[in-house]
């Protein structure tokens, strides 16, 4: 079992930056490839980024490339999202989630522990 709080959420004005946190407790965590949704309320979940339990490999969505980073610190259990450049059309709620199954996707069916979430507001 995995369980997962993020943190690092908040209000920045358009062009500033954000660091995600997500702090996982169980000894399995490095061995989980890890990924970052948003959500807005009634839309649904969207895909951010991934990383492959090594941190070794990335993938992320288009509308974040560039601006966005995914990371992990195996050694300290956490998962990070840095992000630069914000617009307002990041602001959402952000996920951060791992799955067992051994393979990074940016599907949110594929993963099976989540965060609770944390609040990302970007004013224009």
């Known amino acids: 079992q995995v369980q997962l709080v993020e943190s690092g959420g908040g209000l920045v004005q358009t062009g500033g930056s954000l660091r995600l946190s997500c702090a996982a407790s169980g000894r399995t965590f490095s061995s989980y490839p890890m990924g970052w949704f948003r959500q807005v309320a009634g839309k649904e979940r969207e895909f951010v980024a991934t990383t492959t339990s090594d941190g070794g490999s990335t993938s992320y969505a288009d509308s974040v490339k560039g601006r966005f980073t995914i990371s992990r610190d195996n050694a300290k259990n956490t998962g990070y999202l840095q992000m630069n450049s914000l617009k307002p059309e990041d602001t959402a709620v952000y996920y951060c989630?791992?799955?067992?199954?051994?393979?990074?996707?940016?599907?949110?069916?594929?993963?099976?522990?989540w965060g609770q979430g944390t609040q990302v507001t970007v004013s224009s």
């Open positions: 989630a791992a799955t067992d199954r051994k393979i990074i996707g940016t599907t949110w069916q594929l993963y099976n522990y």
